[in-house]
Nanobody
Framework: VQLVESGGGSVQSGGSLRLSCALSGYSVSSVCMGWFRQTSGNERTGIAAIDSDGKTWYARSVKGRSTISRDNAKNTLYLDLDSLKPEDTATYYC???????????????????WGRGTPVNVSS
């Protein structure tokens, strides 16, 4: 199983980004997948997830300005981030295989496989 993130970069406050995660090893629609982010000195925390049946979950910090989606043909997971703020600056990680329980979707221990991350820097 391999997850490879892309799409990070530098963006001004108020801007938008689309993060991508190319998955190999199994179908992106067959498992729960998610996005986490981590800043220096802080724990990695989940911000969005999508289950195999398409239901989604968002952390309060990004709800209303982010969208998690997948392209089955490309076997790729996406995270669209809008109205970016400086506090969104972090390394973003793609992850797969979880037990779907909204109480635990923000916890790294609930997910099995991880990408290496892609950095996002939002300047004010």
């Amino acid at each position: 199983v391999q997850l490879v993130e892309s799409g990070g970069g530098s963006v001004q406050s108020g801007g938008s980004l689309r993060l991508s995660c190319a998955l190999s090893g199994y179908s992106v629609s067959s498992v729960c997948m998610g996005w986490f982010r981590q800043t220096s000195g802080n724990e990695r925390t989940g911000i969005a997830a999508i289950d195999s049946d398409g239901k989604t979950w968002y952390a309060r910090s990004v709800k209303g300005r982010s969208t998690i989606s997948r392209d089955n043909a490309k076997n790729t997971l996406y995270l669209d981030l809008d109205s970016l703020k400086p506090e969104d600056t972090a390394t973003y990680y793609c992850t797969s295989e979880c037990d779907w329980d909204e109480r635990f979707l923000s916890l790294p221990s609930n997910f099995g496989y991880w990408g290496r991350g892609t950095p996002v820097n939002v300047s004010s």
